[in-house]
């Protein structure tokens, strides 16, 4: 939300109305999952979109071997794992770029990548040898650090509410790791691939053959089946994996509801056109140290003039800020807004009719 509004004039009143929707919950930070499947020739990356019962599959990327993914949430990365060697590379979520292939010289196997430790490392699963190890946290060395015995079969390890766990084709287990090794605590279906945290501290898990990915409790016990699809189409899983995370997005308006700029100082002069252009108010923030004078970056509302702005995302209630408004001011001013003792009314509303008034405790200084 941090957009840009100013008068360029002294002691303006700015009135700012934010239409949209405003909860106690951020729906602007989701939790998403992803799904990986190997052909034999390519694994593509999906995208999981859970719709009440049924699990869309939407492609991302592919990489030209069997792998196993984890999802750095600060990061917005996938790490793609070879499942034979151990290389990694990185997608990135929000950027749609693929990384190149970093090679960690691990000795060959058949390796399950997981999240992140409390660390930062990453944890990878042996089933050559039973083993989990920890890759550092800037997770492109070449050693890796034993952790502890596993079943390692198939299946996935994963980090859920600070502890570790697996999921196994060896008995078809769930199983939670004690300090040396794993203890089974439930049984799950057969040819698990992949495992994820789902939201409310449950299991996500993939099943090779299945049309379904399953949901299981904390304690390990069924929840629900969510049924895969592929443009609209039901969809048999492969061999692959599962991983999933937060992923916050910025909170941005959209579009201009109203806008109704005031006169200049003189209360009758209107504002130039150069500074009306309502969309501008939209854009995330420019410098204004490295940014000409000529170059209009801001919606200006003049002395009482009004704009709002709708919001599709919703606005969390939280701690701190909720919404930003800034204050830009050119080179040479720039860094003395105290020129342009500027203040400002904000409002809010569900439905664009009725508006509650904002405390605001302070305007930010754009520089």
């Known amino acids: 939300m941090k957009n840009i509004f100013s008068t360029k004039n002294l002691k303006a009143i700015l ?19 992803f799904l990986a499947q190997w052909n034999g020739q390519v694994s593509t990356i999906y995208q999981v979109n859970i719709d009440g019962a049924n699990a869309d599959l939407v492609a991302l990327t592919e990489v030209p071997y069997g792998c196993h993914i984890a999802f750095n ?12 060697t151990a290389d990694l590379q990185t997608y990135n979520v929000e950027t749609d770029v693929l990384s190149v292939v970093y090679d960690i010289e691990a000795s060959n196997g ?45 299946g996935d390890i994963l980090f859920n509410n600070g502890d570790l766990y697996l999921a196994t ?24 691939t992949g495992a994820a945290v789902y939201e409310g501290g449950k299991f996500i898990l993939s099943f090779f053959g299945s049309t379904t990915l399953k949901v299981y409790n904390a304690d390990g016990s069924f929840d629900s089946n969510l049924n895969t699809r592929l443009n609209g189409e039901a969809y048999t899983q492969l061999n692959g994996d599962m991983t999933s995370g937060t992923f916050s997005t910025a909170c941005l308006p959209m579009s201009v509801y109203a806008y109704e700029p005031g006169p200049q100082a003189d209360g009758i002069s209107p504002v ?29 509302l003049g002395f009482g003039g009004y704009i709002t702005l709708e919001f599709e995302t919703g606005i969390a209630n939280g701690p701190g800020d909720d919404v930003m408004v800034y204050e830009t001011t050119y ?37």
């Not at 700012?16 to 919950?25: E, M, R």
């Not at 990878?124 to 034993?146: Q, R």
């Not at 509303?349 to 904002?358: A, E, K, L, R, T």
């Open 110 to 154: 058949s390796y399950v990548a997981t999240g992140f430790n409390s660390d930062g490392s990453i944890l990878i699963g042996n089933a050559n040898n039973g083993k989990v190890y920890s890759n550092p946290a800037d997770f492109f060395t070449n050693t890796l650090a034993e952790v502890g015995n596993g079943p390692v079969s198939g």
């Open 331 to 367: 080179s040479p001013s720039t860094e003395n807004c105290s020129r342009y003792p500027e203040k400002i009314r904000a409002y809010a509303s569900q439905d664009g009719c009725n508006f509650w008034y904002c405390e605001v405790v302070k305007t930010h200084l754009l520089i």
């Open 15 to 33: 009135l700012v109305f934010l239409f949209g929707s405003f909860t106690n919950s951020s729906i602007a930070e989701e939790y998403r999952y």
């Open 272 to 300: 130039s056109d150069a500074r009306t252009h309502s969309d501008r108010a939209l854009v995330p923030e420019k410098n204004d140290a490295t940014v000409a004078e000529s170059d209009v970056n801001f919606a200006s």
């Open 169 to 192: 084709r060896s008995g078809n287990r769930l199983m939670k790791f004690n300090g040396s090794t794993f203890d089974s605590f439930a049984n799950i279906a057969s040819n698990v």
């Open 73 to 84: 949430e600060s990061t917005k990365d996938i790490f793609i794992m070879n499942s034979t």
